[in-house]
C-alpha cells in the first residue's frame, strides 16, 4: 500500500510522514532528499547551473540510497550535507529539471514497488502515485513553518534569523508552486490537514485513524 504526504516546506511533513510509517509498519521515503542529493553532488562537481543537461546527466550517474532516515550518494553518507543552507538554495535546480523529475519519480515507484510505503515530497499524489490508497496534503501557516525551519537549522548548528527564513520560505514556496513540471500541487483526492496548534501526536493519531477507517 502507498500513502503520499505532500505539503510546502516547514509544514512537518517529514516528521509525521516518519511518524505514521512507524506506527503502520511502513518503510519512509523523503523524496525531498533525492531532490537535495543531486543539488548537493552539482555543487561537489561545480556544475554549470546553466546547463540542466549537465545536471540530468550528473544525476543519472549517481547511486543514491536511502535507509531509514539516512541517505547515501556512492556509500557516501550525506545526511547532514544535503540540508545545510548551501545546498538547499540550490536544489530548485535539480526539482525544477524535467529530465531529473522524470528519473528520480522512476526511482520513487521502483523503491515503492516493493513493500509498503509512505512517501513524502510535493509531486506523490499528483504525478508520482496517482493511484495511492491515501493521500494527504499537510499544511501549516507561513510563520508556522518558518519558526519550525529556523528551530530545525538552529538544531543543526546553522545561524539564520527568522526574517531570513521566512523570506527564503516565501521563495521556495513561490518556485515549488509555479514550476512548470511536477509543481506542489493539492490531488483533488487529498485529505488537507492544516497542523496549525497540533502536535505532532495529533497529526499522526488523525492520519492513521483515517487509514484503519479505510
Ligand atoms: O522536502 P524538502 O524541503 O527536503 O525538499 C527539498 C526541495 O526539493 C523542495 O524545495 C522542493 O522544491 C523539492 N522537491 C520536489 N519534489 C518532491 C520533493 C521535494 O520538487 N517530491
Same mark, same amino acid.
Given at each position: 500500500?502507498?500513502?503520499?504526504?505532500?505539503?510546502?516546506?516547514?509544514?512537518?511533513?517529514?516528521?509525521?510522514?516518519?511518524?505514521?510509517?512507524?506506527?503502520?509498519?511502513?518503510?519512509?521515503?523523503?523524496?525531498?532528499?533525492?531532490?537535495?542529493?543531486?543539488?548537493?553532488?552539482?555543487?561537489?562537481?561545480?556544475? !554549470?547551473?546553466? $546547463?540542466?543537461?549537465?545536471? /540530468?546527466? @550528473?544525476?543519472?550517474? +549517481?547511486?543514491?540510497?536511502?535507509?531509514? #532516515? %539516512?541517505?547515501?550518494?556512492?556509500?557516501?553518507?550525506?545526511?547532514?550535507?544535503?540540508?545545510?543552507?548551501?545546498?538547499?538554495?540550490?536544489?530548485?535546480?535539480?526539482?525544477?529539471?524535467?529530465?531529473?523529475?522524470?528519473?528520480?519519480?522512476?526511482?520513487?515507484?521502483?523503491?515503492?514497488?516493493?513493500?509498503?510505503?509512505?512517501?513524502?515530497?510535493?509531486?506523490?499524489?499528483?504525478?508520482?502515485?496517482?493511484?495511492?490508497?491515501?493521500?494527504?496534503?499537510?499544511?501549516?501557516?507561513?510563520?508556522?513553518?518558518?519558526?519550525?525551519?529556523?528551530? !530545525?537549522?538552529? $538544531?543543526?548548528?546553522?545561524? /539564520?534569523? @527568522?526574517?531570513?527564513? +521566512?523570506?527564503?520560505?516565501?521563495?521556495? #514556496? %513561490?518556485?515549488?508552486?509555479?514550476?512548470?513540471?511536477?509543481?506542489?500541487?493539492?490531488?483533488?483526492?487529498?485529505?488537507?490537514?492544516?497542523?496549525?496548534?497540533?502536535?505532532?501526536?495529533?497529526?499522526?493519531?488523525?492520519?492513521?485513524?483515517?487509514?484503519?477507517?479505510?
Amino acid at each position: 500500500m502507498i500513502i503520499t504526504i505532500d505539503g510546502p516546506a516547514g509544514a512537518g511533513k517529514s516528521t509525521v510522514a516518519r511518524g505514521l510509517a512507524r506506527k503502520l509498519g511502513f518503510q519512509f521515503l523523503d523524496t525531498g532528499a533525492m531532490y537535495r542529493a543531486v543539488a548537493l553532488a552539482g555543487l561537489r562537481g561545480n556544475i !554549470d547551473w546553466g $546547463r540542466p543537461d549537465d545536471l /540530468a546527466r @550528473l544525476a543519472t550517474t +549517481l547511486n543514491i540510497e536511502l535507509a531509514g #532516515d %539516512r541517505i547515501f550518494i556512492d556509500g557516501e553518507d550525506v545526511s547532514e550535507a544535503i540540508r545545510t543552507q548551501e545546498t538547499t538554495a540550490v536544489t530548485r535546480y535539480s526539482a525544477a529539471n524535467p529530465d531529473i523529475r522524470a528519473y528520480l519519480v522512476e526511482r520513487q515507484r521502483e523503491m515503492a514497488a516493493k513493500a509498503d510505503f509512505v512517501t513524502e515530497g510535493r509531486d506523490q499524489g499528483t504525478v508520482a502515485f496517482p493511484d495511492a490508497a491515501f493521500k494527504f496534503f499537510v499544511t501549516a501557516s507561513p510563520e508556522e513553518r518558518a519558526r519550525r525551519r529556523l528551530l !530545525d537549522l538552529q $538544531r543543526q548548528g546553522e545561524s /539564520a534569523s @527568522l526574517k531570513k527564513v +521566512l523570506e527564503d520560505q516565501n521563495r521556495r #514556496d %513561490r518556485q515549488d508552486s509555479s514550476r512548470d513540471v511536477g509543481p506542489l500541487l493539492k490531488a483533488d483526492d487529498a485529505i488537507e490537514i492544516l497542523t496549525d496548534g497540533l502536535t505532532i501526536d495529533e497529526v499522526v493519531e488523525r492520519m492513521a485513524s483515517i487509514v484503519k477507517a479505510g
